[in-house]
């Protein structure tokens, strides 16, 4: 069949239509600085297949691997070993090509995956309910602020400094087409300030509160203050999780009185992977269900009386009125949800507590080791496997130094912070269990000599 494109008279009805002039009107957000005006500079128009492979192989080489050198990076993405079975399992053919379940009579595989999950995140956060998968904690983020303004009839959400500010830049773009209220400041090395910055910045006005558990720089804070605070206010108090390990260790955010939880799962099966795909979790108290995004597979029973596997709930656009969805969405995580459950199931409950001890014991040893280096100040007075240092120079060219020694040592606040010149000084250290004792020495002797 022959692809027969538009033709200009198909193009310009199709404009008049959505009320754009040209098609440059479609890229009206996209600054201008930013818009390619002719060919990318130093990039052939076109060549032949082998010399494009060697090219590429080229420029693959200069990647290096997490596992080549010491590895301390996280911040919201953690290297965690993944077991072989895990890859193995996601990959069998049901699982691999399966789409959207929406035959439940050919898909209960697949349902019953998505239930199993379902599952394991609302126990993790200490929910009701949570749904199968969004597509990454940034997002879901944001879809639990817009889930919160439906039920409160309000648009005013308020930030914790501490939140990861990658997951603030994609709720101040959203906001910017929703019209939302976003109320955030960066964070300060003082972590009662901080607390007690946003507990007073609650009001009748605000429709929910957003606060990440543990925070960007590795404080765990107890939230039940902050979910009474709310709850007085008729506000919504949201915990983000990006680091769902932690929980096999300390306390759940629903436990504390949160109303909604949400997080990034690519610490459980997933991997690095280049910083995607990655998995969104979404849970709630059972009273929201009806306004969380995304889909539900529940359990049921077939005609003859056996246990089954449906799609309970489906608020999407894909399936109901438009101005009725919740979210589009979430369209499929699956694969990746699917490599969580696999993990968390090889786990299991004690697996988790125990690989969670066992970073937290990495984590306390490798921060000892570091703050008793001169020039170093250890921040936090309580931590998972996530620290911050605080040194006497900035942390950006550090960082540089060390990654130039093959040593990656963490992600400096500057990087993260570039316009708050308070934080320059900082760098987050993540520690996991895939660090070893020589890691944690290589990255003390380099670190020492930085800064001597």
């Not at 390990?245 to 300390?250: E, F, K, Q, T």
């Not at 997933?270 to 929201?288: A, D, E, I, R, S």
């Not at 995304?294 to 109901?320: M, N, P, W, Y």
Request: proline share 4%; with cysteine.
């Amino acid at each position: 069949m022959r692809y027969l494109p538009l033709t200009p008279e198909d193009r310009q009805s199709m404009l008049a239509t959505i009320g754009a002039q040209s098609v440059d009107d479609l890229f009206v957000d996209v600054p201008e600085e930013a818009r390619l005006t002719g060919p990318i500079h130093g990039l052939p128009m076109h060549a032949g297949e082998m010399a494009v492979e060697a090219h590429m192989k080229a420029l693959a080489k200069k990647n290096h691997a997490a596992g080549d050198m010491p590895f301390f990076l996280g911040a919201g993405a953690y290297r965690h070993h993944v077991p072989a079975s895990v890859d193995h399992i996601i990959q069998r053919g049901e699982f691999l090509t399966a789409y959207t379940p929406y035959q439940p009579e050919i898909a209960q595989g697949t349902l019953q995956t998505l239930f199993e999950f379902q599952t394991q995140v609302a126990r993790l956060f200490g929910v009701d309910v949570a749904n199968a998968s969004m597509y990454d904690g940034s997002t879901a983020c944001w879809e639990a602020i817009t889930m919160a303004g439906r039920i409160t009839k309000r648009s005013k959400a308020i930030l914790s400094a501490g939140l990861h500010p990658h997951y603030v830049s994609v709720a101040k773009t959203m906001a910017k087409f929703t019209k939302d209220a976003i109320a955030y400041d960066p964070p300060q090395f003082d972590a009662a300030t901080d607390g007690k910055t946003l507990l007073d910045q609650i009001d009748d006005e605000t429709s929910c509160v957003v606060v990440q558990y543990p925070d960007i720089l590795g404080r765990i804070a107890d939230l039940s203050a902050l979910a009474d605070k709310a709850k007085a206010h008729k506000a919504l108090l949201i915990a983000v999780v990006t680091e769902p390990v932690a929980l096999g260790a300390i306390s759940s955010p629903g436990e504390m009185g949160a109303d909604i939880v949400v997080g990034e799962g690519q610490s459980l099966g997933v991997g690095l992977q280049f910083g995607g795909p990655y998995v969104g979790l979404f849970g709630c108290k059972q009273k929201y269900v009806r306004q969380m995004p995304g889909r539900l597979c529940g359990e049921t029973v077939d005609a003859e009386g056996k246990r089954g596997f449906v799609l309970t709930l489906s608020t999407r656009e894909q399936h109901i009125r438009r101005e009725k969805a919740t979210s589009n969405i979430c369209t499929n995580s699956g694969l990746c949800a699917l490599a969580f459950t696999a993990h968390m199931t090889l786990l299991g409950e004690k697996g988790l507590r125990q690989l969670a001890m066992l970073n937290h014991k990495k984590a306390v040893q490798a921060a000892d080791r570091l703050a008793a280096i001169p020039g170093v100040k250890l921040m936090n007075e309580s931590f998972f496997n996530e620290f911050t240092l605080v040194l006497d120079k900035d942390a950006r060219p550090i960082v540089r130094a060390l990654a130039d020694q093959r040593i990656l040592a963490g992600v400096s606040l500057g990087r993260l912070y570039p316009e708050v010149d308070a934080l320059a000084h900082g760098l987050i250290v993540a520690v996991t269990e895939t660090v070893s004792e020589d890691d944690v020495e290589a990255l003390a002797t380099a670190l020492e000599g930085a800064l001597a």
